[in-house]
Nanobody
């Protein structure tokens, strides 16, 4: 019933910026996590960033810390990923994910997320 729709991907040169959006529908977030993952061809899905909804605590992969910023809009039931100083290694399909359970908080593990968007392509040229 929950639907997540990503947007904002595109083609940029190294050093450029993009802002990804994820709009959620079907259920209002009040607990759990929303997160961003990415997957490059031939590689496993990789954690990028997450937010614990109730507290607003944010988490980042070491590879993006200091360059990417996660934010949310409670009224719009949406999350955003501001990506600065993009590198060719950032090239991937970026996915929004959500879970409503706040049990063991392995927010970096894609297997704990029940809902996924279809993804948006980010390509960074060198």
């Amino acid at each position: 019933q929950v639907q997540l729709v990503e947007s904002g991907g595109g083609l940029v040169q190294a050093g450029g910026i993009l802002r990804l959006s994820c709009a959620a529908s079907g259920r209002t977030f009040s607990s759990g996590y929303m997160a961003w993952f990415r997957q490059a061809p031939g590689k496993e899905r990789e954690f990028v960033s997450a937010i614990r909804w109730s507290s607003g605590n944010k988490y980042y992969a070491d590879s993006v810390k200091g360059r990417f910023t996660l934010s949310r809009d409670n009224a719009k039931n949406a999350v955003y990923l501001q990506m600065n100083s993009l590198k060719p290694d950032d090239t991937a399909v970026y996915y929004c994910a959500a879970r409503f359970s706040v049990g063991s908080s392995t927010y970096y593990n894609p297997s704990v997320y029940a809902y996924w968007g279809q993804g948006t392509q980010v390509t960074v040229s060198s």
